[in-house]
């Protein structure tokens, strides 16, 4: 079974050289989890909001709109993460005063602090942790 995600995007079918183990993955969303790994960052007492964004179950650009939409607050991330996984990853804001902390059914947002505006060169990469079973 291909993904609605990997066929949006030309993916019809994948091929190895070799029969496999007879395992699945993406039983369930902590079968599959992603974690983006960034560089230090050097926190200041002004500058971009940086958030720590932790989803479950829904794609990166409807938790943004979400988020955007019931708490009036626009963010930039390095990158889209897979809706069928568990998902932790960076998110900038221009945004000043006050930070709370967002929860939802499918995601968490955390303020971490204050830093210069951050690019894709200081993301190291993903961190994956898979479970085949």
Do not use: C, W
Request: hydrophobic residues 35%.
């Amino acid at each position: 079974m291909i993904p609605e995600i990997d066929k949006s995007i030309g993916i019809e079918v994948y091929s190895t050289h070799f029969k496999g183990i007879g395992g699945r993955i993406k039983s369930d969303y902590d079968s599959f989890i992603v974690e983006e790994v960034i560089k230090d960052v050097r926190f200041l007492n002004e500058g971009y909001a940086l958030y720590r964004l932790e989803k479950v179950g829904i794609d990166s650009n409807n938790v943004l709109n979400d988020i955007e939409k019931k708490h009036n607050l626009r963010l930039k991330i390095f990158g889209l993460k897979d809706a069928n996984a568990r998902t932790i990853q960076y998110a900038l804001s221009k945004r000043r005063g006050e930070h709370k902390e967002v929860m939802s059914k499918n995601y968490s947002l955390k303020f971490i602090g204050y830093t210069d505006y951050l690019t894709r060169d200081l993301l190291i990469g993903n961190r994956f942790k898979i479970k085949i079973l």
